[in-house]
């Protein structure tokens, strides 16, 4: 059974950071791309950002210089380190996987997991 199970999501003031994980089982996870996208409410999902099986990065520029996607094969995690965090960082955030990344970069994943939410609030 393929799974993805995000966690460390919080709330957390304007400025503050937090380091959100997904853990992935039921695949082989060094021949997918990976990447984190995030909804708010009332509004369309999102990339924030993906990350090839070669490490090869991209961003939304919203988030360009405040996150940073890294994954580690061995343990079948991917991270994404949120810095500088502003209240329009808020919603729900899903981890996805699929073997294309030119297929995460148009936001279509083969797998997703349930989601962490992230409010940026004081």
């Known amino acids: 059974e393929v799974q993805l199970v995000e966690s460390g999501g919080g709330l957390v003031q304007p400025g503050g950071s937090l380091r959100l994980s997904c853990a992935a089982s039921?695949?082989?996870?060094?021949?997918?791309?990976m990447g984190w996208f995030r909804q708010a409410p009332g509004k369309e999902r999102e990339g924030v950002a993906t990350?090839?099986?070669?490490?090869?990065?991209n961003y939304a520029d919203s988030v360009k210089g405040r996150f940073t996607i890294s994954r580690d094969n061995a343990k079948k995690i991917v991270y994404l380190q949120m810095n500088s965090l502003k209240p329009e960082d808020s919603g729900k955030y899903y981890c996805?996987?699929?073997?294309?990344?030119?297929?995460?970069?148009?936001?279509?994943?083969?797998?997703w997991g349930q989601g962490t939410q992230v409010t940026v609030s004081s």
């Open positions: 996805a996987a699929d073997r294309t990344w030119a297929r995460l970069l148009r936001g279509q994943a083969t797998y």
């Open positions: 039921g695949f082989t996870f060094n021949e997918y791309s």
């Open positions: 990350i090839e099986r070669d490490g090869n990065t």
